[in-house]
């Protein structure tokens, strides 16, 4: 019998072996892993011939992963950019013949039309999804909103004719309770949800000076 003896190289002989693919995620993220995991109405007990639960939870991510809103819109005919509420413009009226349904502009928003009966979370819950087991701190959570390209003119005159409107990636940081609406902010370049600083953006943007 002889005593094993570790390499003096042993690190570069762990990085010559290739087992093959991984799943594990190297990109840097500011959102939590489980803020892409949908919600699935499955028993956690699997019975006989039934999709284990983890099972139908990674193949409904990836099927949520794959639809792209801004295109299931411009599927059924509609320009996201028409989806804002302009300024009404008396001087610059396009003819009948170039207006596909009517001259009027759209002036009804978006939230005369929110419906939230169908909705799987409730704000509470989707804001929820930012917090990490074992931490104290919450972290933004990954979703899409419909945004002025122009970041200064959209804060000055959200309703400027001049404005591009996108669906654009954010973090979603609070929601406020009283208003209805949710607090977001642009990702970077890199997907990632970081202040002026370059600092990751947590429990919606309240910091120790307030």
């Not at 349904?101 to 909705?119: Q, R």
Request: aromatic share 8%; proline share 10%.
């Amino acid at each position: 019998v002889t005593q094993f003896k570790m390499p003096e190289d042993f690190k570069s002989v762990l990085d010559k072996q290739v087992v093959g693919p991984s799943t594990e995620t190297f990109a840097e993220s500011d959102f939590p892993v489980q803020s892409f995991k949908p919600k699935v109405q499955i028993p956690f007990e699997r019975l006989p011939g039934q999709s284990p639960r983890k099972v139908e939870v990674e193949r409904r991510r990836r099927l949520y992963l794959a639809f792209d809103i801004a295109e299931l819109l411009s599927r059924k005919g509609i320009d996201s950019n028409q989806l804002m509420p302009r300024h009404y413009d008396p001087d610059n009226i396009p003819p009948i013949e170039e207006t596909k349904d009517s001259v009027f502009p759209i002036y009804l928003p978006l939230k005369v039309f929110d419906n939230g009966e169908y909705d799987c979370r409730t704000p509470e819950e989707w804001i929820s999804l930012g917090l990490e087991p074992g931490s104290s701190d919450r972290k933004p959570v990954p979703g899409k909103a419909l945004l002025p390209t122009d970041d200064v003119l959209g804060h000055e005159d959200p309703k400027s004719q001049d404005l591009i409107y996108e669906w654009i990636n954010v973090g979603v940081l609070d929601y406020d309770k009283e208003t209805e609406l949710y607090l977001v902010h642009k990702t970077d370049k890199n997907g990632l949800v970081r202040d002026e600083e370059g600092r990751p953006i947590l429990n919606g943007g309240i910091t120790a000076e307030g």
